[in-house]
């Protein structure tokens, strides 16, 4: 059982910056591929990036490529997603997830019935 913890959502200005944490406990995050997800008031649940268990591979949605940064502290067993020029179209609660993995697979995952652990989620709200 893997427990994930979200935090650094909040308030801010169209143009600006946060950076979400998702810190996993219990077992070590390098056997898990993580990736976050959002999901806005009246839509479902979308991907928007991911990391491979190693760090190694990384893949974003099209919306937040070029804005956002994924990377993860394989020994702190935390994951990060910079997002940079956020707009308010980013509103939206933010979910990490984490999916078990063999030492072997460096895949990246998009899909979120994939995952076999979820957090609870932080707020993201961008202003205009």
């Known amino acids: 059982q893997v427990h994930l913890a979200e935090s650094g959502g909040g308030l801010v200005q169209a143009g600006g910056s946060l950076r979400l944490s998702c810190v996993a406990s219990?077992?070590?995050?390098?056997?898990?591929?993580m990736g976050w997800f959002r999901q806005a008031p009246g839509k479902e649940r979308e991907f928007v990036a991911a990391?491979?268990?190693?760090?190694?591979?990384?893949y974003y949605d099209d919306s937040v490529k070029g804005r956002s940064t994924i990377s993860r502290d394989i020994g702190k067993t935390t994951v990060y997603l910079q997002m940079n020029n956020l707009k308010p179209e980013d509103t939206a609660v933010y979910y990490c997830?984490?999916?078990?993995?063999?030492?072997?697979?460096?895949?990246?995952?998009?899909?979120?019935?994939?995952?076999?652990?979820w957090g609870q989620g932080t707020q993201v709200t961008v202003s205009s």
């Open positions: 219990a077992a070590p995050s390098r056997t898990y591929a």
């Open positions: 990391v491979a268990w190693s760090g190694d591979a990384t």
């Open positions: 997830a984490a999916k078990s993995v063999s030492y072997y697979d460096s895949g990246v995952y998009t899909r979120p019935d994939r995952y076999d652990y």
